[in-house]
C-alpha cells in the first residue's frame, strides 16, 4: 500500500513568514508593580523571611522555563528586575533551594464564569527505572518509582485549578478533598465530575461542604 504524498505548502507572504519566525525567539517578562515581592511579616519569633512565596515562585518559573541552575537564576531574575527599574532584592540561591522544598505553588487561571465545574481523575507518572521497550525485551526493574498526580480542571476553561502529588500506592479518593480546598472557600463548586474510584462517601461529604 502506497503512503499518501505529504501535503505542500506554499509560501507567498514571504514578509508576514519572517516576521513569524522572528517572533517565535523573542521573550518578554513583566514584573506588577503591585505585586507582593517582600515577605509579611509573620509575628513569629526568630528571624523572618524576607521573600514572598511569590516572589520565589517567580524566581524557581524562570529557572526552570530557561533551564538555569539556581545561581544563574537569581543574576537573570536581578537583570530583569534592574531593566524594569523595580528595587527589589533577588533571593540567593540557598534560599531558593530551601524554599523550594515547601513553596505553596499559586496556580494563575482566568476563572469560569459562574460557579465551578470540576473535572477530577489521576495519572501515574514514571520518576525511575528504563522505558517501556527495555520493560517487555528485558524484564521490569527493581528500580522502578512511580508517582502519581491527581489533578483537577476547569470544565469550561480547561486550565488546571488543584494539584496534588502522591506516591504511586495513593488512593485517588482520599486526594478528592485536597484538591477542593485549593479553589479557596469562596469559590462556588456546581459540579464534581470523576470516575467510580471517587464514588465514596468520604468524597460525597467533602463536595457537599
Known sequence: ?????????????????????????SLAVWFDPEMQWDAVPSGRRGRQQAHSDVAIQACLTLKVLLGLPLRQATGFVASLLELSGLGWSVPDFSTLSRRQKTLDVTIPYRGSKGPLHLLVDSTGIKVEGEGEWLR???????????????????????????????????????????????NGLDQQIATVTADGAYDTRACHDAIAD
Not at 500500500?1 to 525567539?25: D, E, F, V
Not at 485517588?172 to 485536597?178: F, G, K, T, Y
Open 136 to 182: 517487555r525485551k528485558h524484564g521490569a526493574s527493581k528500580r522502578r518509582v512511580w508517582r502519581k498526580i491527581h489533578i483537577g480542571i476547569d470544565e469550561e476553561t480547561l486550565e488546571i485549578r488543584a494539584v496534588e502529588v502522591t506516591s504511586g500506592n495513593a488512593g485517588d479518593a482520599p486526594m478528592l478533598p485536597e484538591l477542593l480546598k485549593q
Open 1 to 25: 500500500m502506497s503512503r499518501p504524498p505529504k501535503p505542500t505548502c506554499k509560501t507567498i507572504n514571504w514578509q508576514a513568514y519572517n516576521q513569524a519566525l522572528r517572533q517565535r525567539g
